[in-house]
């Protein structure tokens, strides 16, 4: 069975970090596209970051740039978020995405994942 399980999250101050996991399992995501995307509290899904499998480009939306970034470790198969200066509006539900085929457009649309974890809670208070 594929799963990805995202670590890492926890409740933090205004300017804290904190680093999400995204560890796969049942196969191997080391040339897939792989991307975060946040919930907030009563607001649908939304893009943050992306790393593109072929090149290993980096994209980001703009409320991120400059405080969020997204690696790989391919040795341990697993993908990194690291949040810098979070602040409260960074509050939501963070999950890790993978996406085997998807062209470069379409990295910022959560539609163009198959394969999701199942989560985990950031809140930042103020």
């Known amino acids: 069975q594929v799963q990805l399980v995202e670590s890492g999250g926890g409740l933090v101050q205004t300017g804290a970090s904190l680093r999400l996991a995204c560890a796969p399992s049942?196969?191997?995501?080391?040339?897939?596209?792989m991307g975060w995307f946040r919930q907030p509290p009563g607001k649908e899904r939304e893009f943050v970051a992306a790393?593109?499998?072929?090149?290993?480009?980096?994209y980001y939306a703009d409320s991120v740039k400059g405080r969020f970034a997204i690696s790989r470790d391919r040795t341990k198969n697993t993908v990194y978020l690291q949040m810098d200066n979070l602040k409260p509006e960074d509050t939501g539900v963070y999950y890790c995405?993978?996406?085997?085929?998807?062209?470069?457009?379409?990295?910022?649309?959560?539609?163009?994942?198959?394969?999701w974890g199942q989560g985990t809670q950031v809140t930042v208070s103020s």
């Open positions: 049942g196969r191997t995501f080391s040339r897939d596209t």
């Open positions: 995405a993978a996406a085997p085929t998807i062209i470069l457009s379409n990295i910022y649309n959560s539609r163009g994942y198959s394969y």
């Open positions: 790393l593109w499998r072929n090149s290993g480009n980096t």
